[in-house]
């Protein structure tokens, strides 16, 4: 009787053993899936980001339309926020940062004459 008792100890023991295998297993190929989409995810986000860098006409005509109704005068950020919700698709960084591409091409402009 105590040969069975080891006997089915040692049987729980490897039935426990092949449980903690599998959630193992289980949860290294949940871990490669997620790593999988992660890394289509950041395939995808240099093409997202060049089409965010890219402006319409309509866009830039709506910046620099709001860029004259939204004076500097205002608090910064009150007139970024303005001048973002004017912009369609565009977020207030993006407007900041156009904003600064352009001032940089003016100064530019006006230096090398």
């Given at each position: 009787?105590i040969?069975?008792?080891v006997k ?25 899936k997620?790593k ?14 060049k089409?965010?860098d890219?402006?319409?006409q309509?866009?830039?005509?709506a910046?620099?339309?709001a860029l004259?109704?939204?004076?500097a ?11 973002a919700g ?12 156009r ?12 230096d090398g004459?």
């Amino acid at each position: 009787q105590i040969q069975q008792e080891v006997k089915q100890q040692i049987e729980e023991e490897k039935q426990k053993e092949r449980e903690r295998q599998e959630k193992e297993r289980q949860e290294k190929e949940r871990q490669e899936k997620e790593k999988q989409q992660k890394e289509k995810e950041m395939e995808k986000q240099p093409e997202e980001e060049k089409d965010k860098d890219d402006w319409s006409q309509e866009q830039q005509k709506a910046l620099e339309q709001a860029l004259k109704t939204y004076p500097a005068n205002l608090p910064k950020e009150e007139r970024w926020a303005k001048i973002a919700g004017a912009v369609s698709g565009k977020t207030m960084k993006q407007c900041v940062e156009r904003f600064k591409e352009l001032r940089a091409a003016v100064i530019g402009r006006k230096d090398g004459k």
